[in-house]
């Protein structure tokens, strides 16, 4: 790994054995953007790369390079990166390189989360200064390149060097040029309880972007997209990943312009923005890590998955075995006692499971949801003892204990609200508008993040809690808040996510030995933003397990499988009221962090013997569906949607397991292969079914011996319904693989 800087050309080029990135520095001092790619040799210079006339009509007039950080009104007509508005009215800004540094490893960003380094050269980061002399403004560009991730994290930060204040109105984490448009864009969109379905255009002239202005990330888009070639797989091909480490309003857009050449910007959504910087102020943009692979979707998974749970989730359950949580909600909702939640905490331990998880309704009066939110205090009506009596009573069981929490939020019922109604967001001449009958605290006011730490503190530090799930249940209307100058209301969502940021920092700093599981009704803000804070997020509402092989495929694209909370729960689904066998739901919750949503007190003796060898198998190869390399071998998205595929494998390749899910049974159906990927071909692998033969009636007796060069090359012969008693539709294949 290298940043090498040669003044005789006035290149750098950033380059580690998988990627290089490479940025001219022009005789005029403007920063033009050369390349992102595969490696390339180092002590060269490609300047030649760019051709004049090939950008000649679409850029800085005259000067054949997209520029590195563009602006506008300078001829560049394209999507900009940075808009500032300048104290005489105008917009125009001409940054040229004033200097740069190369540091070792990597600065943290003040008051946003970020990756990091742990070990001395690990990565090497580059800062470019640019500046505008007229405007009076000074760019700091950030690139951190790692010595063996194939990837480049961006980030931007604005100073004012000038007398007057400006207004900025687009600060981009990083926006790039490539020399084509023969690329499709993937987004993972969707809704509640169907977060992160896959969609995959061909880009067209124009502008095509995913975004938010709900104040959270949102369900609809991830902050993730990439670009690909028509004809990359999973497997194959070239891919551009782009995320940004942020949790509020953000835009990722890919503009393809006349000539055919694309930018792709990411960053704050400009949309409803606006940040007033003072003289000798500077604001510093989230980053932005992109991405490339030459394997396919699957090459920027990998890099992704291993930077987010290596380099961006930190903490001591950053590399601990995450424990087998039972969650009360789809059990009881609002309606329980101590008595029943005892309950459900004895069946649960009984079947192995390691984490009683109380959630919504424990809280002030809550019975449903039109009140409390606002109001930590124990309801002792229906917790008698307490939260510590009945953690105690929990941990007696030889379970842990956790609870759920819905910080940023109050109910107009309760007493936060009676004493604080200024405290939630809304727009004085107008009525606020509830949504699940609550308001948004604001969190841009210090004062309310300092009573909300104050207040959690005491509730986390009165019982033995080991776990939280946060939860967000609306995004902002009426964005506003009243401590804010009319100028500077253009702040507030950016001001918002920052002081959920400082809560998250402060309570997660005191509270270390505590697993914090981000949720927003399901998937709403599983971001890498959150990740930073949160090892794990709740992937979804929606834990039917039909639905969730499409939400846990497209999730898996940018976050890794110790990120998703994945839970059995209870037939008919809640969410979709669809019955599929138990051994299904949990072939699909295996991939990922594993947990139960249901009563366990109801459920039938074969049930719950069922349930304590899926809990013996989870903990048995947890490891491998927490830390394994994840495959996606035949996607929900594709062909007739009737089939997926998937795999985990163990980083030293002796043990893998794969997951074949089929909606809908055929008849009469063909003999059937699944090339499997990523094993060792020299190895030998004895290939076994869960749950085994003898425990599901019918099932092939025993175990297959295969080389891991059979697997691959010709594939796995699959287990079909014809010889299997296991007929009928929703059926799940788990194979285990262990090297001999
Ligand atoms: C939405 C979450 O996603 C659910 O799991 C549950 O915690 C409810 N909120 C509680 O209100």
């Known amino acids: 790994m290298a940043i090498e800087w040669s003044a005789e050309v006035g290149e ?53 390079v997209p520029l590195e950080y563009p602006t506008g009104g300078g001829g560049d007509y394209r999507i900009p990166a940075l808009a500032i508005e300048l104290s005489d009215g105008s917009g125009v800004l001409d940054l040229r390189h004033i200097g740069h540094r190369i540091i070792h490893g990597k600065p943290a960003l003040p008051g946003l989360p970020s990756t990091y380094v742990e070990v001395g050269g690990e990565a090497e980061t580059l800062e470019i200064v640019a500046a505008d002399h007229i405007a009076e403004i000074e760019v700091r560009l950030l690139y951190t390149i790692y010595r063996d991730r194939p990837l480049v994290v961006r980030g931007a930060r604005i100073v004012n060097t000038g007398k007057a204040p400006v207004i900025l109105r687009s600060a981009m984490s990083a926006s790039i040029d490539l020399p084509d448009s023969d690329w499709q864009l993937l987004t993972l969109s969707g809704d509640w309880a169907r977060e992160c379905h896959v969609e995959r255009h061909d880009l067209r002239p124009g502008r095509q972007s ?60 400009p949309e409803g923005f606006s940040w007033l910087l003072e003289p000798g102020v500077e604001f510093v943009a989230p980053e932005a890590v992109i991405t490339f692979s030459a394997a396919g979707l699957g090459g920027l998974s990998d890099a992704n998955h291993s930077l987010f749970r290596e380099r961006l989730a930190r903490g001591s359950w950053r590399d601990r075995a995450r424990p087998i949580v039972i969650n009360n909600w ?46 930590w205090q124990v309801n002792l009506s229906k917790l008698p003892g307490g939260l510590e009596s009945l953690a105690r009573k929990v941990e007696a069981l030889g379970m842990r204990f956790g609870i759920w929490i819905e910080p940023e939020m109050v109910s107009p019922r309760s007493n936060l609200f009676a004493e604080h109604p200024e405290w939630a967001i809304g727009i004085p001449s107008r009525p606020p508008t509830a949504g699940r009958n609550q308001y948004v605290l604001d969190m841009s006011r210090p004062e309310v993040v300092d009573h909300l730490f104050e207040v959690l503190s005491s509730l986390l530090g009165s019982a033995p809690i080991s776990y939280v799930k946060w939860d967000m249940n609306r995004n902002i209307t009426e964005p506003h808040s009243t401590t804010l100058p009319a ?29 914090f599981e981000s949720c927003a009704g399901g998937g709403g803000r599983f971001d890498p933003g959150m990740l930073a804070f949160a090892p794990q997020g709740w992937t979804s509402d929606d834990t039917d397990a039909i639905e969730r092989l499409r939400i846990q495929w497209g999730t898996s694209l940018a976050y890794p499988l110790s990120s998703m909370a994945a839970h059995v729960s209870a037939v008919p689904n809640h969410q979709v009221g669809r019955v599929t066998p138990l051994a299904t739901r949990a072939a699909v919750a295996f991939f990922g962090v594993f947990g139960y949503e249901l009563d366990p007190t109801v459920l039938s003796i074969s049930e719950r013997d069922e349930i304590a060898d899926q809990v013996a198998f989870y903990k048995r190869w947890r490891d491998l569906f927490q830390r394994g390399r994840f495959l996606r ?3 929900p998205f594709e062909g007739d949607r009737n089939e997926t595929a998937w795999m985990t494998v163990a980083e030293d390749r002796r043990s893998a397991i794969v997951g074949h899910y089929l909606i809908l049974s055929r008849p009469n159906p063909g003999p059937q292969r699944l090339r499997l990927r990523g094993l060792d071909a020299a190895v030998t692998y004895r290939v076994s079914l869960w749950p085994p033969a003898g425990e599901a009636e019918g099932r092939v007796a025993g175990s297959v011996i295969l080389a891991g060069d059979e697997l691959m090359s010709a594939g796995l012969v699959l287990e079909s319904n014809r010889q299997s008693a296991e007929k009928g539709d929703f059926r799940a294949r788990v194979y285990v693989l262990e090297a001999i």
């Open 633 to 635: 071998l035949r996607s």
């Open 487 to 515: 100028w500077r209301q253009g702040e507030f969502m950016h001001r918002y996510i920052l002081g959920v940021y400082s809560l998250y920092d402060r309570l997660t700093k005191a509270f270390p030995g505590i697993l």
């Open 330 to 375: 789809e059990a009881t909702y609002f309606d329980f006692d101590e008595p029943k939640l005892l309950a459900i905490a004895s069946a649960a331990s009984e079947l192995g499971i390691e984490l009683f998880a109380l959630d919504d309704g424990w809280f002030g009066q809550r019975n449903d949801d039109s009140t409390s939110l606002g109001d």
């Open 12 to 64: 750098f080029h950033l380059r580690n054995h998988l990627v290089s990135y490479v940025v001219r520095v022009l005789e005029s001092g403007w920063l033009g953007h050369v390349y992102f790619g595969p490696a390339l040799a180092g002590g060269k210079s490609y300047g030649h790369l760019v051709p004049g006339e090939f950008y000649g009509f679409s850029n800085r007039l005259g000067h054949p």
């Open 210 to 269: 995913v975004s938010s202005s709900r104040g959270a990330s949102g369900h609809q888009h991830n902050p993730f997209v990439a670009l690909a070639r028509p004809a990359t797989t999973e497997a194959d091909g070239e891919a551009y990943g782009f995320s940004l480490v942020y949790s509020g309003n953000f835009v990722a857009e890919a503009e393809v312009e006349p000539f055919g050449t694309t930018r792709v910007r990411a960053g704050i959504n």
